[in-house]
């Protein structure tokens, strides 16, 4: 990577870990762009907002468009956009499934695809997906979430083999419940169960987030991926 | 776009990903439009393919606003792939940018 500002995608940045993410690189000097379905209520100096669908192929190209005619290459993505439903298996709706899927997987793979397109030019390139520990502590309720995620690491895993030779690297960190919208209709004793099952008994931060982020989204992390960090011990 | 310009693209593409290599490929000799892309006698390896239809779509889409997509299900299930040599790609990539043209 030169020495220009980066450049930083972050999908999924209207509320949440999304936004939190948007203002931890902000606050160190990077160009952030970002996306969501919808407009975000909130607006930052250093901050690119575009209104587009992660499972929308149109958008994501014209997204990724617009970044290369700006800033002229992507230095890092982070695939934060998802979404989570918590329901026991016997009484998940077929379009909710299908909602999990869709977002948390072909929405990840579509921009990473389009994002590595952009990333090759320089041969350079960070992208971090947002898992979950859910994949990993098999908690009832989360079926579809942890399938999702869990077939997350998997592409991340070969996509990281099939992108290397550019000089791209994907890696996944895998948050613990952090206190945002998402978990918010998750029942407080389903939390406590989870938060018990950590070896660091508590719920995660923004912070804990983004510095997982940034060390895989480090220039000097040129020699890791296809690796989960799981956080909290999980 | 008429075929000759398609082709020059095609060219371009293939003559980058031959200098962007690290250990080029021992080939030896111009490439024109009989130039396989695939397999023996091919001037850059399956890499390199992926990297020249990228360059391909995108020389397409800055240079002349044509989106395509050159890999879909209808070329994996042609029976002669259309990505065996520089002059296949070209024509391929020739209907696809009509088609795309014609759609828009």
Known sequence: ?234 | MNRAEMVEIVLDAVRAEMEAVANPTAFSGDIDEATPLLGEGAPIDSLGLVSVIVQVEESLRSVDGIAVTLVDERAMSLRNSPFRSVGALSTYALECAAAAQEGA
């Not at chain 1, 002229?72 to 439903?85: M, P, Q, T």
């Not at chain 1, 995660?204 to 997982?212: I, Q, R």
């Open chain 1, 1 to 234: 990577m030169n020495d220009e500002r980066e450049v930083v995608l972050i999908t999924g940045t209207r509320k949440g870990i999304g936004k939190a993410l948007v203002e931890h690189f902000v606050s160190r000097g990077a160009i952030v762009e970002g996306c969501s379905r919808q407009q975000p209520d909130w607006e930052l100096e250093g901050y690119h907002h575009h209104q587009a669908d992660v499972l929308d192929e149109v958008q994501v190209r014209d997204m990724m468009q617009s970044i290369s005619d700006r800033h002229g290459r992507l230095d890092v993505l982070v695939n934060n956009a998802g979404v989570a439903s918590m329901n026991h298996s016997l009484l998940m709706p077929m379009a909710t499934a299908s909602r999990i899927l869709e977002t948390n997987v072909l929405g990840v793979f579509l921009v990473s695809r389009e994002a590595a397109r952009l990333m090759k030019r320089n041969k350079y390139g960070r992208i971090v997906n947002l898992g979950s520990v859910a994949a990993q502590l098999r908690i009832e309720g989360e079926a579809m979430y942890a399938a999702s995620k869990s077939a997350l690491l998997s592409f991340s895993q070969v996509f990281a083999r099939e992108v290397a030779p550019f000089g791209i690297t994907c890696n996944v960190v895998a948050p613990t419940p952090v206190e945002t919208d998402l978990i918010k209709s998750v029942p407080q004793d389903k939390i406590d169960r989870l938060v018990a099952a950590l070896a660091v008994k508590r719920l995660g931060t923004f912070d804990d987030v983004s510095n997982a982020v940034e060390f895989f989204a480090s220039p000097r992390s040129d020699y890791i991926t296809g690796q989960v960090l799981y956080l909290g011990g999980a």
